[in-house]
């Protein structure tokens, strides 16, 4: 990959606080800020064959992922959350607003950015994006994947992912950094931003970005692709589209002259302004005394009870992250006026009511749901919910354990059935997608 040239700027490289992120500068301390994201198990190096030409006009400041390219490995669980963390970065710069373009997941963090601090974002750049990245249960198998066999299934498949076979052919060197940057990457942070993807939509919200929106995407892009970016520039009221031919996931790698071109011309001219410093938000009157949390007497903190909030909303999201769309989908599809209000009594009750406590994590309840199914003998709930485990932390060594042990307590003949159901479910999710 291209380095910065000696002329420039000489880059600017940063430790990272915990509720920021790694970044690295380029360009002129004075020029209008650009921002560049960089997709799943990549670094900020996938943006190095543009920094040359952008850094000319623009401060670029590029960010790595947690836990990616050795930054710290503090994992964060949704797409907003990675926002604000970089929010939290360009405010110890002092930076108010800024171009900004992002790949893949942090095209994500863009719209996310363009929906919530509109005020931030002068301009938006696209790259492979979309508006809903697959299924939810595509992403969370992934992390089981991930959890079971670590990196390296997801480092092999990459290059097909990433690149065209023709480029792939032609690369073998840009191929085995691609393959290294993914099998490098903290584990723990790459199942966390699959699960961020899994419940990122921003499909009914698209109509709400207000700023001018380039949408860019390889013409062979088989992971988010064509399909995907029309969506976007049909949804954004100010967007166009890009097709940059011969050229895969990886655009800004595989076709970079292209990619720089299209930058510039969409950033060039945007008015920005980037400040020093960044004004405090006023604090709001205080009309009446406020009682500390710790002072409140027990019954002050219960909620009323004609205040209730309904459980079916919360229930249903975590029913569906934990069991997965596809069977959800199954299990409601086939309610009639005679199962209908089981399934609404099982989504408020086990899900909104039980699952939703704080007292448990979900790792620990898949651990009880899988011996309670055990012991009463629930066979045929016991496939689904040792997919529900995989998909909550527990590692297959952790559910063998578990079924051992209620070998002891549940009987042989019951921890025996166990095993054959847990056994099959274990090679369906973790084997490697082909």
């Given at each position: 990959m291209e380095r910065v040239s000696e002329t420039q700027t000489p880059p600017t490289e940063t430790p990272t606080p915990p509720t920021t992120l790694q970044y690295r500068i380029d360009g002129p301390d004075d020029a209008p800020v650009l921002v560049l994201g960089p997709s799943l198990g990549t670094t900020w190096h996938m943006w190095d064959r543009q920094i040359a030409e952008l850094a000319r006009e623009w401060r670029v400041i590029r960010f790595d992922l947690p836990g990616h390219g050795g930054a710290p490995a503090r994992p964060a669980s949704s797409v907003g959350e990675l926002s604000d963390r970089l929010l939290a970065t360009l405010d110890e710069l002092g930076i108010q607003r800024f171009g900004y373009a992002g790949c893949s997941i942090a095209g994500a963090m863009g719209i996310d950015l363009a929906l919530r601090r509109p005020q931030r974002v002068a301009s938006l750049a696209l790259v492979a994006a979309s508006p809903r990245f697959g299924t939810a249960d595509e992403f969370r198998r992934r992390g089981v994947v991930?959890?079971?066999?670590?990196?390296?299934?997801?480092?092999?498949?990459?290059?097909?992912?990433?690149?065209?076979?023709?480029?792939?052919?032609?690369?073998?060197?840009?191929?085995?950094?691609?393959?290294?940057?993914?099998?490098?990457?903290?584990?723990?942070?790459?199942?966390?931003?699959?699960?961020?993807?899994?419940?990122?939509?921003?499909?009914?919200?698209?109509?709400?970005?207000?700023?001018?929106?380039?949408v860019l995407v390889g013409s062979e892009d088989q992971v988010t692709g064509p399909a995907e970016a029309r969506t976007l520039v049909a949804g954004i009221p100010d967007a166009r589209l890009a097709l940059v031919p011969g050229a895969s996931h990886l655009a800004p790698v595989e076709q970079p002259a292209a990619v720089t071109d299209l930058l510039v011309g969409h950033f060039a001219g945007v008015a920005q302004d980037t400040l020093t410093t960044i004004p405090a938000p006023p604090v709001p009157p205080v009309s009446a005394p406020v009682t500390p949390v710790a002072e409140l007497a027990p019954a002050d903190r219960q909620p009323k009870a004609e205040g209730r909030a309904d459980t079916h909303e919360p229930g249903m999201k975590i029913r569906r992250e934990v069991l997965g769309d596809a069977h959800v989908d199954a299990?409601?599809?086939?309610?009639?006026?005679?199962?209908?209000?089981?399934?609404?009594?099982?989504?408020?009750?086990?899900?909104?009511?039980?699952?939703?406590?704080?007292?448990?994590?979900?790792?620990?309840?898949?651990?009880?749901?899988?011996?309670?199914?055990?012991?009463?003998?629930?066979?045929?709930?016991?496939?689904?919910?040792?997919?529900?485990?995989?998909r909550n932390g527990l590692t297959p060594d952790e559910i063998r354990e578990i079924l051992l042990h209620t070998a002891v307590y549940c009987g042989l003949p019951a921890a025996d059935a166990a095993f054959a159901v847990a056994a099959e479910v274990i090679r369906e999710e973790t084997a490697p997608s082909a």
């Open positions: 991930v959890r079971s066999n670590g990196l390296d299934p997801m480092a092999r498949t990459a290059p097909e992912s990433w690149f065209t076979r023709t480029f792939a052919a032609a690369q073998p060197a840009i191929v085995e950094w691609a393959v290294t940057m993914v099998r490098t990457t903290d584990p723990g942070c790459y199942i966390a931003a699959c699960e961020a993807l899994a419940a990122f939509d921003a499909r009914s919200e698209l109509g709400r970005i207000g700023v001018p929106t380039l299990a409601t599809a086939g309610a009639d006026g005679f199962t209908a209000d089981f399934q609404d009594l099982l989504t408020r009750w086990a899900w909104g009511e039980i699952w939703s406590r704080e007292g448990l994590d979900r790792r620990t309840r898949s651990a009880i749901t899988l011996t309670a199914l055990i012991a009463g003998g629930h066979r045929e709930q016991l496939a689904v919910h040792v997919r529900a485990a995989l």
